[in-house]
């Protein structure tokens, strides 16, 4: 059977090699990932030179060399936009962001573009009964995270603790959380791993979502097998 090519753009550097084992046995062998980065090919020094202001919708990704970064969304647009031409060319049926973060609607494209955030704005509020605590990877981001689910309707408190450090940080919010009335954890950002979540339901005792892998199985009902 011929393989389905399926396109990802993390708003890091490609390729995300923390993200795609939780995905596999979701996509199986039959699905051809090819990847791109809106970071990719600049150096440290570029990239710092995008540093949040006030006001800036701030997003936080990975680097190849596995570290963090925190930058400012209108400075990586136009790079993601080059993304989706690169991988049209390389001829993928639809393509996937790496990243639960809000995009504008103003990208150009010929084939289906996949956002987590808009799968997870229809369906957190039907899986949660009212008490939201949302885990978000920056301190920087907690205004705007609380300002999202906020505007759904729902009783929201937003967390930080990024993904990309020691799992100690995850777990400390998980006990925090855990001492709370929030009928349902959400991990928003990619780069919450699946061993994350079974940490976060095993020490909290709540329902737990996951973005990525939420992202694998709703791309996975727009394909033929």
């Known amino acids: 059977m011929e393989k389905v090519k399926i396109g990802a753009i993390t708003v890091g550097q490609s390729p995300r090699v923390d ?8 996509f199986g062998p039959n699905v051809e990932l090819i990847e791109a980065g809106g970071l990719d090919g600049l150096t440290r020094e570029d990239i710092e030179k995008f540093a949040p202001e006030e006001g800036d919708y701030v997003l936080v990704s990975r680097l190849k060399d596995g570290s963090s970064v925190t930058f400012a969304e209108r400075y990586v647009l136009p790079r993601l936009q080059q993304c989706i031409d690169k991988l049209e060319k390389e001829g993928v049926r639809l393509i996937l962001f790496f990243c639960t973060g809000d995009f504008p609607d103003n990208f150009r494209h010929k084939v289906p573009l996949i956002f987590p955030n808009k799968i997870l704005l229809g369906m957190v509020p039907v899986l949660c009964a009212g008490k939201l605590a949302a885990v978000t990877p920056s301190e920087k981001q907690l205004e705007q995270s609380q300002k999202k689910w906020g505007n759904c309707g729902l009783e929201a408190k937003s967390y930080a603790a990024s993904p990309y450090g020691e799992m100690e940080a995850v777990e400390a919010v998980a006990r925090e959380i855990a001492q709370t009335d929030a009928d349902l954890v959400l991990l ?12 976060v339901a095993k020490i909290t005792g709540k329902n737990v979502i996951l973005s990525r892998t939420i992202l694998a199985r709703a791309v996975m009902e727009l394909l033929d097998y």
């Open 188 to 199: 928003d950002c990619i780069g919450y791993t699946a061993e994350m979540k079974r940490m």
């Open 19 to 26: 993200v795609t084992p939780d995905l596999w046995p979701i």
